[in-house]
C-alpha cells in the first residue's frame, strides 16, 4: 500500500459534517427540535477549526522538512569519485 500524507483538517472537517448531517436527520426525524440558524455557527466554526489544523499541520510539516534538510546540509559529501572512474 503506497504511504500518503496525513491531512487532518479533511479529518475535522469530515466529523464535523458527519455531526450536522446528524443533527439535521434529528431534526428531520422530529426528535430534536432545534432551529435552523443553530447550524450556521456550527458550520463555520467546523470550517474554521478545520483551517486552523490544516494551517498548524502545514506549519509542522515544513518546520520538519527544514529541519532535516539542515540536517542533510551538515553533513559530510558524498564521494564523487566513484562517478568519476565509471566514465
Do not use: K
Request: cysteine-free.
Amino acid at each position: 500500500m503506497l504511504r500518503h500524507e496525513i491531512r487532518p483538517g479533511r479529518a475535522v472537517a469530515g466529523l464535523v459534517m458527519l455531526a450536522l448531517a446528524g443533527g439535521y436527520a434529528a431534526d428531520a426525524a422530529g426528535s430534536w427540535r432545534v432551529p435552523w440558524t443553530f447550524f450556521l455557527p456550527l458550520f463555520f466554526g467546523g470550517l474554521w477549526l478545520a483551517a486552523t489544523v490544516t494551517w498548524v499541520s502545514y506549519r509542522m510539516r515544513r518546520r520538519r522538512d527544514a529541519r532535516n534538510v539542515s540536517r542533510d546540509r551538515t553533513s559530510a559529501p558524498a564521494s564523487s569519485r566513484g562517478s568519476q572512474a565509471m566514465r
